[in-house]
């Protein structure tokens, strides 16, 4: 069983710059990929980033591909996403999942969620 809880969300202009952060439970954080979802009022949850248990392997969104970036440090049992140049569009509860094999970008095939942080990105 793994626990994930987020935080570091909040309202930022547009062009700014939020890091997300994601602490997990457990002894065996390292084995486990981690990815970043997000989801917009009306909208499904989306897949944004992941990155595997090692931190050798991202994969992102083209949606935000050169702005957003994932990192962990498994010292501390925690996944990081850096957020820059953020848009309106970015405005989503964003979520953390972990999932014991590799990645998938679909949702229902991640099996711990946290509880969602909002961010929210004004013009």
């Known amino acids: 069983q793994v626990q994930l809880v987020e935080s570091g969300g909040g309202s930022v202009q547009a062009g700014g710059s939020l890091r997300l952060s994601c602490a997990a439970s457990?002894?065996?954080?390292?084995?486990?990929?981690m990815g970043w979802f997000r989801q917009a009022p009306g909208k499904e949850r989306e897949f944004v980033e992941a990155?595997?248990?090692?931190?050798?392997?991202?994969y992102y969104a083209d949606s935000v591909k050169g702005r957003f970036t994932i990192s962990r440090d498994n010292a501390k049992n925690t996944v990081y996403l850096q957020m820059s140049s953020l848009k309106p569009e970015d405005t989503a509860v964003y979520y953390c999942?972990?999932?014991?094999?590799?990645?998938?970008?679909?949702?229902?095939?991640?099996?711990?969620w946290g509880q969602g942080t909002q961010v929210t990105v004004s013009s």
């Open positions: 999942a972990a999932r014991p094999e590799s990645v998938r970008t679909t949702k229902s095939e991640w099996n711990y």
């Open positions: 457990g002894r065996t954080f390292s084995s486990y990929t």
């Open positions: 990155i595997s248990g090692s931190g050798g392997t991202t």
